[in-house]
């Protein structure tokens, strides 16, 4: 159980990090500011390494105004949501600006879609990355595992508390509520399936297909995925991506099926890259042969600009 609670690191805050603009205009330079939401076990940065490792920095250097979420490391999707919400209000007041571009990896990816589906007017698009937006047949085995009510499922919320406790102390969100079991919660086809009922903007209505580009709520919807889980020798967690990648009966990047991270425009689910390498950790390590991670992030911030966002 320690070595999932690890895992799930990444899988998964505005305490708010921004950086400043270094071009007049530049090729990541959008309409909106850019806000980044991390996933399970997340943080904005962690004892001086960020979450989204170098993302922020190669974003604001051609232009982006960027800012940092530190949301709870864990709990439910909807009160992640709202604290979500409440750190939008505030670079939107810091800003002068109307809107946000919320960009969401893994239980990030549904936090983002609960701010655009109660407060779609500050929202101009949503991005989902290796996003939980059906559900994980990890959590879905991790919460079948676990008896609720018993012993272990008590040890493993201690566990997990821990961790949370230990992040928010590195990454200055120790005030933070953490709730281990209603994020695992949240993440099960289950929990998923019931929070696309209530908000369901930019979900594919069938197994595996794209959602709606322009929902109804007048938000962009977007999303990519890896499909890889061993991708590179040198990067110790790739192993236990692997191992867990066989739970899947599908192309997956270790804790999210290719199908479930579909959302809106679907940009590409094939990405030799597995959870972590999503998000350009650990430390940069990835597929020598894939585009690097932070490019994609400099592109999607384009494509954002060429979309008037």
Excluded at 55 to 62: E, F, N, R
Excluded at 257 to 286: A, F, P, T
Aim: glycine share 10%.
């Amino acid at each position: 159980m320690i070595l999932i609670t690890l895992v799930l690191l990444p899988f998964s805050a505005l305490a708010f990090s921004s950086y400043v603009q270094a071009e007049t205009k530049g090729y990541t330079e959008t309409q909106y500011p850019i806000v980044l939401v991390h996933g399970l076990f997340g943080f904005d940065t962690l004892a001086g390494v960020d979450y989204f490792y170098g993302i922020p920095y190669a974003l604001s250097k051609s232009g982006a105004k960027v800012y940092v979420a530190q949301v709870s490391a864990t709990n439910s999707t909807e009160l992640r949501g709202e604290q979500l919400l409440e750190q939008v209000e505030n670079v939107l007041a810091v800003t002068g600006a109307e809107k946000v571009n919320l960009i969401g990896h893994s239980h990030g990816a549904p936090t983002a879609r609960y701010v655009a589906s109660v407060s779609p007017e500050l929202v101009a698009s949503v991005t989902s990355i290796g996003g939980v937006n059906k559900g994980s047949t990890v959590a879905d085995i991790v919460r079948g595992a676990v008896p609720e009510d018993s012993v272990v499922e008590g040890l493993s919320e201690k566990l997990a508390a821990g961790l949370t406790t230990l992040i928010g102390l590195l990454s200055g969100g120790s005030d933070l509520p953490q709730d281990g079991l209603a994020s695992l919660a949240a993440l099960t086809t289950e929990g998923s399936l019931a929070f696309n009922a209530s908000y369901p903007e930019g979900v594919p209505t069938s197994a595996c297909a794209d959602g709606e580009f322009l929902a109804s709520n007048n938000v962009y919807y977007y999303s990519w995925s890896g499909s890889s889980t061993y991708t590179n020798l040198l990067d110790p967690i790739d192993p236990v991506l692997a191992i867990l990648g066989l739970a899947f009966s599908e192309p997956n990047d270790g804790l999210v099926g290719h199908c479930s991270s579909h959302l809106g425009k679907v940009i590409r689910d094939d990405y030799k890259m597995n959870h972590l390498d999503e998000i350009n950790g650990l430390l940069g390590i990835h597929h020598l042969f894939e585009t690097d991670p932070v490019t994609l992030y400099r592109q999607h911030a384009n494509r954002l600009q060429l979309q008037g966002l």
